[in-house]
């Protein structure tokens, strides 16, 4: 990937670690759900499929569903 894809994985982790988004039973279900749909990268474990997931959505031009379901989730994570 380019460098914006970088910075924004590494920016999916930072919102992860401050909302506790790993605890979340929606996207707890989501990453069971599609685990192997993103990349081999965010089948490693929750917190590396978040951030897959925030850098496909914030820099895609198309992001996939599951990115745009799972930042909607971030979003209304309380």
Not at 34 to 41: A, D, L, P
């Amino acid at each position: 990937g380019d460098i914006r894809q970088a910075i924004a994985h590494e920016v999916g982790h930072a919102i992860d670690y401050v909302l506790n988004l790993s605890g979340s039973e929606v996207i707890n279900k989501l990453y069971n759900d599609n685990m192997y749909g993103v990349s081999t990268y965010a089948s490693f474990n929750i917190g590396e499929f978040i951030a897959e997931c925030y850098a496909e959505y914030a820099t895609a031009d198309k992001p996939r569903d599951v990115a745009v379901e799972v930042v909607n989730a971030m979003l209304a994570h309380r």
